[in-house]
């Protein structure tokens, strides 16, 4: 998923280089009661934290980054892989000395981790006073007046309804150009080592009405980007028993109406042709040529799109039940670079090392990502997780040298073939969406091109939000670097 803009960026250790554990802290404004909130994990964790603020504001909190005058502390947390647990644990340990020096703030879990282990995660970890899963935080100023009460609070009811569709969530850290929109929640795959649909419960589809006018309001308040998230955004189904209001917006299936992702995506990109459009995740079972279509037809939607192979072996994939295998992923591939063409970015999520993967499996993958090419990839060795399908069918059996030797195998071919992709962009020009001063130097720029790409260029006297034409004259494997060519205002 998408990194997110100044703020402290942890990583996960030097075995799984390119995944960014996100970190971010928020502002401090103003007088009365402080929030200091953490965020870790996925984007829809980073989306729901806004949601959350959102709430606390109108329970008469401000936001504050300094953890000493907060009076109530909340970690965002992420299950998916163990060590992502672990970084919370050892933050946890590191609050000890604030709860021992001032007993009334209150130390609050919420996220997937607070879901998964709910009331135990009160036992274990002894200065926790709340915890509430991602489907309660419309009841966190409840379980904070039990806190004050004496009490310790959990809410970890997961609902089928919950979209917080009417909260407008309260932007943290925002660059004020790119901005996320939660599209649904929840997942109804059961991909075999996952423990998503668990912590985060049954899928369910936000109000299209709502997702058009928050992008509406992103746009009129000069944001140029939105990223419409879910777990698997091609499953995205609003149903015409729910109200939809244009009939020009409803698609037949035959059994009834309902509107899908591909006509979600057309409306939302119809807010403005300069207003850009992302989507994450797309599932490679779930993605149309209609979704393909759509992304042809409008400017201003990224030729990218983000789909998770996990493995280039099919046996693999049946036991991961992925429900696709290696020929029906690479199909989608040909699709793919058929409609949008060979510039379409294209990125994955591997993972190496899952329970009876042979080294044969392994060459599969390798030779999947040779044939695919992919712009980047976020990539993992298998993390076991308590209570998924593959941890009560199949045993962990291959051995962490062993995990990790073909992680690094996997990264190396993936630096490669970034590099590669990147070297073909050289002399092209693209549109770039400003959103701030490079990382290394405010004498540069830095925005991103459609394919996701990140483009380096010298600042000129050009602002961020505007859109620049950029020609490239040098790349690394994560970088591309140019000159602007027009301006476009
Ligand atoms: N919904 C998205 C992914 C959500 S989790 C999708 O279907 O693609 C993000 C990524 O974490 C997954 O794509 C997978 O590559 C990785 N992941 C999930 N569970 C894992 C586990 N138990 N061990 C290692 N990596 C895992
Ligand atoms: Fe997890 Fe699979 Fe759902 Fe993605 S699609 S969240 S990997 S169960
Ligand atoms: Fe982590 Fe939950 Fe996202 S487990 S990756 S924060 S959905």
């Not at 103003?30 to 709430?55: A, H, R, W």
């Not at 294209?346 to 040779?370: K, P, Y």
Request: charged share 25%; glycine share 6%.
């Amino acid at each position: 998923m998408e990194l997110i803009h100044d703020i402290n960026i942890i990583k996960e250790p030097a075995d799984n280089q390119p995944y960014i554990e996100k970190v971010d802290k928020i502002e401090s404004i103003g007088p009365s009661k402080k929030l200091y909130i953490e965020s870790y994990g996925c984007q829809m964790n980073f989306s729901d934290s806004e949601i959350v603020t959102s709430i606390m504001e109108k329970q008469g909190f401000d936001t504050t980054q300094d953890l000493k005058e907060a009076d109530v502390i909340f970690l965002n947390t992420c299950s998916i892989r163990d060590k992502a647990e672990q970084t919370i644990r050892r933050r946890l340990s590191q609050f000890k000395s604030i709860k021992a020096s001032k007993p009334e703030v209150t130390i609050g879990i919420l996220g997937c981790m607070a879901e998964r282990l709910k009331t135990k995660l009160l036992e274990e970890e002894k200065i926790v006073d709340l915890v509430a899963g991602p489907d309660a935080y419309r009841d966190i100023p409840n379980l904070l007046q039990d806190v004050e009460g004496g009490q310790k609070a959990v809410n970890t009811f997961l609902s089928r309804e919950e979209t917080y569709a009417d909260i407008s969530p309260v932007r943290l850290n925002s660059n004020g150009v790119t901005a996320f929109i939660s599209i649904m929640r929840g997942c109804d795959n059961m991909c075999s080592f996952c423990v998503v649909p668990f912590t985060r419960g049954r899928e369910r589809s936000r109000d299209p009405h709502s997702i058009l006018a928050e992008a509406t309001a992103l746009f009129n308040q000069g944001y140029r980007e939105v990223t419409l998230l879910g777990q698997n955004v091609d499953s995205y189904k609003w149903s015409d028993e729910h109200g939809l209001s244009s009939k020009a917006q409803i698609e037949k299936n035959g059994t009834g109406n309902f509107l899908s992702f591909a006509r979600l995506l057309e409306m939302v990109a119809k807010v403005h042709p300069d207003l850009r459009i992302r989507f994450s995740t797309s599932h490679p079972k779930d993605i149309t040529d209609d979704v393909l279509h759509t992304m042809k037809k409008y400017q201003n939607i990224c030729n990218y799109i983000h789909l998770p192979a996990q493995s280039g072996s099919s046996g693999v994939l049946e036991r991961m039940n992925r429900t696709y295998s290696r020929e029906w992923y690479l199909n989608k591939i040909d699709s793919i670079r058929r409609i949008l063409g060979e510039d379409c970015g294209i990125s994955s999520d591997m993972i190496a090392g899952f329970c009876g993967e042979t080294e044969e499996d392994h060459q599969h993958t390798l030779s999947l990502m040779d044939r695919v090419k992919y712009d980047f990839s976020y990539m993992f060795f298998y993390s076991e997780r308590p209570g998924t399908l593959a941890a009560k069918k199949y045993p962990d059996n291959i051995d962490l040298a062993t995990k990790k030797r073909r992680l690094q195998e996997i990264i190396a071919r993936q630096q490669q073939h970034s590099l590669e992709r990147n070297q073909r962009d050289i002399n092209q020009t693209f549109r770039v969406l400003i959103e701030g001063y490079s990382k290394r130097s405010k004498e540069f720029l830095q925005g991103r091109n459609g394919a996701n790409k990140v483009v380096v260029f010298p600042r000129g006297s050009h602002q961020k939000g505007t859109y620049v034409n950029v020609k490239i004259t040098d790349c690394s494997a994560a970088t591309l670097h140019g000159e602007i060519v027009t301006y476009e205002g």
